[in-house]
């Protein structure tokens, strides 16, 4: 070989050396990773994520929600046009009020000895499939309003004025994404199996907000590995303040282990 491929040959490698280091550095987030730390990429999510849906046949008669819209555990969302379901209601309470007065009558008539027990006993049960009846009809009724099943934010709205949604269908109308507590999933290498603890304390450093990094606590360690990568799962519960509303679901993140043992 000449003197000149081996001087070739020597520069192509030196500018391949200097180019991955490079994109080393580039890639590794700054101020993130020390020598004694590990680092590993996520995205912040929550675990209640749900699309509302009716529990009865009816028609939508108002959306109380819109996209955006904090909303508590039990909120009126969507109220669906109670009118049938009303009368339905009534109707079954006339019964059973009808059902009440004529099995308090067989008791008196039954210590007068003029109704044989067996009577009394036909009225008895009459008058408590009527309060059944009527119970049903009041959760029939109770269904038209639907109402958030935790706290959240609502980022859906599929709903219409004037809609008819049916029964057993689970046509979606509104869904429903809890703010809290957020969440880190990390997958990390076998190796590190031993070395991590549940209530173990990491650092959460948003991609592109870093002034909104925070802290959080390993809440899970999964009790398998995955042979195929050879990782096991780790979820992080995050720490948030008010202030920090660039904190939300899907905003990526990495997540520093303090001191990893090797």
Known sequence: MCIKDSIRLKTNATVKAVFATCLALSLAPAG?????ELVYPSHLMVD????VAARITGIVQDILVDRGTAVVKGQPVVRLDAREFEQDEHEAKEQMELSRV???RAKSLSESKVMSASDLDE????YQVAVARWE???????YTVIRAPFAGIVTEKYARVGQKVIEDQNVPLIKITASEPLL???????????HVRRGDEVEIIPDRFPDAHTTGVVTFISP???AASGTFQVIVNVRKQPSQAELRPGVGVKVRFRNPKS
């Open 48 to 51: 209640q994520e749900v699309t």
């Open 136 to 142: 049903k009809a009041k959760a029939v009724l109770d």
């Open 224 to 226: 398998t590995v995955d």
């Open 102 to 104: 004529e099995y308090d």
């Open 184 to 194: 880190a999933r990390v997958y990390l290498p076998e190796e590190q199996l031993l």
């Open 123 to 126: 009225k008895k049960a009459q």
């Open 32 to 36: 993130l990773a020390a020598a004694d």
